[in-house]
């Protein structure tokens, strides 16, 4: 039986199979009184969510943090949460390198043109292509947080020109750094292959769009794996319809999943994936949210907070 003293964590996220993350969290935190949420259950210190229903908030006023198990906090910040309470999102815990390899994948995969290759082999045609000058892919990554830095990184160490973009003046060696919207025109049009890593907010929604992407090389090629909502899509497809862009590679939809009709599914200058590029790894960040806890419990700062104001 729980104690006044006891600290509760209430866990509630959709379509997440939750035994797993419950046994993990309470094996982390033995203390911790640690439960599936159910209406009116009783008040929680902390909440563990995925897309949680607005009842939720409702209800557990009392919140003291809110930890939210992925990166991106947009949807959560459409709903109406406990004023006290610090939103936390995950940092990293392990999705850096899979976004890395995930992107470099993407680009190598554009430069070396293996798809082209691959088909070629299916026809059984054993043809070769002109290598291609790396020099003439620059790549720019749109936001350079946790997971951008990390993929302009990667992409530097395999030597292609990188660019990036973010909100506020960047410093990172090798990396040709731009931010503030004054800046954009001049990052689009050094860059090729456009990388997405923006996170969603009123500012970034819709930024890929027709002129955006005009103004990339022509042949540019746009790789999105931040969210759907950043991409006007009937402007990707007529710039690629049109021969302005080259093709893209795209891992999040504006409607998810994507719906059995849409253009893309069967676009040959598209290449699909289903919002996998970087997934929530469970022990890394049960690990992370037991630390961090625990570190707010006794009252030291933690990294990840989010600035609800500024939408990430
Ligand atoms: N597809 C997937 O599986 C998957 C998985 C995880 C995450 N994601 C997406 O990836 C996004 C990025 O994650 P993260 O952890 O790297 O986020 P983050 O650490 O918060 O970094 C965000 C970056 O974007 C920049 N930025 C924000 N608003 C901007 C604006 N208006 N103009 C220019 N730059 C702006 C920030 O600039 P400052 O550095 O100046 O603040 C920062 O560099 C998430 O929000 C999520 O949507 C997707």
Redesign the pocket.
């Known amino acids: 039986m729980a104690t006044p003293a006891t600290m509760r964590i209430t866990f509630c996220c959709s379509n997440t199979k939750p035994e797993p993350w419950l046994a993990g969290l309470q094996a982390a935190l033995p203390q911790a009184d640690i439960r599936l949420w159910q209406p009116g259950a009783p008040a929680a210190d902390f909440g563990v969510v995925w897309a949680p229903p607005q009842q939720f908030f409702d209800e557990q006023t009392r919140l003291k943090g809110i930890f939210n198990i992925?990166?991106?906090?947009?949807a959560l910040l459409t709903l109406r949460l406990p004023p006290n309470a610090v939103v936390v999102?995950?940092?990293?815990a392990g999705?850096?390198v899979?976004?890395a390899e995930?992107v470099c994948q993407a680009v190598i995969r554009h430069f070396r043109e293996l798809d082209a290759c691959a088909l070629d082999m299916r026809a059984g045609q054993w043809t070769f292509r002109t290598p291609r000058q790396r020099a003439d892919f620059p790549v720019g990554v749109?936001?350079?947080?946790?997971?951008?830095?990390?993929v302009a990184q990667a992409l530097s160490h395999f030597e292609f020109p990188v660019l990036?973009?973010?909100?506020?003046?960047?410093n990172h060696p090798g990396i040709t750094c731009f931010?503030?919207?004054g800046q954009?025109t001049d990052f689009l049009r050094q860059s090729r292959v456009l990388v997405n890593?923006?996170?969603?907010?009123p500012?970034?929604v819709n930024?890929l769009n027709r002129d955006n992407l005009s103004k990339l090389h022509s042949g540019g090629y746009v790789i999105n794996?931040?969210?759907g909502a950043h991409l006007v899509e009937a402007d990707l497809l007529a710039l690629i319809d049109s021969g302005r862009l080259s093709g893209a590679t795209l891992?999040?939809f504006r409607t998810e999943p994507l719906p059995p009709d849409h253009p893309f599914w069967q676009h040959p200058g598209i290449t699909l994936t289903p919002?996998?590029?970087?997934?929530?790894l469970r022990a890394d960040s049960i690990a992370q949210i037991a630390a961090k806890i625990m570190a707010l419990q006794r009252g030291d700062s933690i990294a990840?907070v989010?600035d609800a104001a500024?939408?990430?």
Do not use: C, E, F, N
Not at 89 to 92: A, N, S, V, W
Not at 275 to 280: E, G, M, N, Y
């Open positions: 992925g990166a991106g906090v947009d999102r995950l940092d990293d999705m850096a899979q976004m995930y749109m936001g350079l947080g946790v997971l951008g830095a990390r990036g973009w973010s909100r506020t003046a960047k931010h503030g919207p954009l890593l923006l996170p969603l907010t500012d970034t930024i794996v931040a969210r891992d999040v919002h996998t590029s970087a997934r929530t990840g989010v500024r939408g990430y």
